[in-house]
């Protein structure tokens, strides 16, 4: 039986499917690796993420910041903390300038840096961050967005 190619194709000949497309998706595969406690398949995929991040300029997804959170965290698991540390600041860096430092997600990157930095013993610098995730969280309560998790996050609850 053959099928008219037009029934399996929605884009139009001209349409062009861009990074800003594709990283959702890949955020979505990886975070499934990733809460299913598959590391190694979720890491493969957040570098990825990474990389398109690096050689694409300009996407405006959060699920970049996201893929950098994630990554950081699965590198402290794994008891990768230098490596860890560099992506932490990485996601604080990408959070910035993609969703700004109000953003509740803002708030979950100082949050789980700071338990980085407290796994590397520097409480104080910990402390400081948890006081500033708090200050990102009040203003959160104002806002009439939903609240996020620190477990997992939604792109539909991005941008």
Same mark, same amino acid.
């Given at each position: 039986?053959?099928?008219?190619?037009?029934?399996?194709?929605?884009?139009? @000949?001209?349409?062009? @499917?861009?990074?800003?497309?594709?990283?959702?998706?890949? +955020?979505?595969?990886?975070?499934?690796?990733?809460?299913?406690?598959?590391?190694? @398949?979720?890491? $493969? *995929?957040? #570098?990825? *993420?990474?990389?398109?991040?690096?050689?694409?300029?300009?996407?405006?997804?959060?699920?970049?910041?996201?893929?950098?959170?994630?990554?950081?965290?699965?590198?402290?698991?794994?008891?990768?903390?230098?490596?860890?540390?560099?992506?932490?600041?990485?996601?604080?860096?990408?959070?910035?300038?993609?969703?700004?430092?109000?953003?509740?997600?803002?708030?979950?990157?100082?949050?789980? +840096?700071?338990?980085?930095? #407290? $796994?590397?013993?520097?409480?104080?610098?910990?402390?400081?961050?948890?006081? #500033?995730?708090?200050?990102?969280?009040?203003?959160?309560?104002? $806002?009439?967005? @939903?609240?996020?998790?620190?477990?997992?996050?939604?792109?539909?609850?991005?941008?």
């Amino acid at each position: 039986m053959e099928s008219n190619n037009s029934q399996w194709h929605t884009l139009t @000949p001209n349409a062009k @499917p861009s990074a800003e497309h594709l990283v959702p998706g890949l +955020y979505a595969l990886a975070r499934c690796w990733y809460d299913r406690g598959d590391l190694a @398949p979720a890491e $493969k *995929i957040y #570098r990825l *993420i990474l990389s398109i991040d690096d050689r694409v300029k300009n996407i405006k997804t959060g699920e970049v910041v996201l893929s950098a959170l994630d990554m950081a965290r699965l590198l402290m698991e794994t008891n990768r903390l230098m490596e860890a540390e560099h992506m932490f600041l990485r996601a604080i860096n990408r959070c910035t300038h993609c969703l700004g430092q109000d953003h509740a997600i803002y708030a979950m990157i100082l949050k789980s +840096y700071a338990e980085l930095l #407290r $796994k590397m013993n520097l409480a104080k610098e910990a402390d400081a961050l948890d006081v #500033r995730a708090s200050q990102v969280n009040a203003k959160q309560t104002y $806002k009439s967005e @939903p609240a996020l998790s620190d477990s997992s996050v939604s792109s539909a609850t991005i941008v």
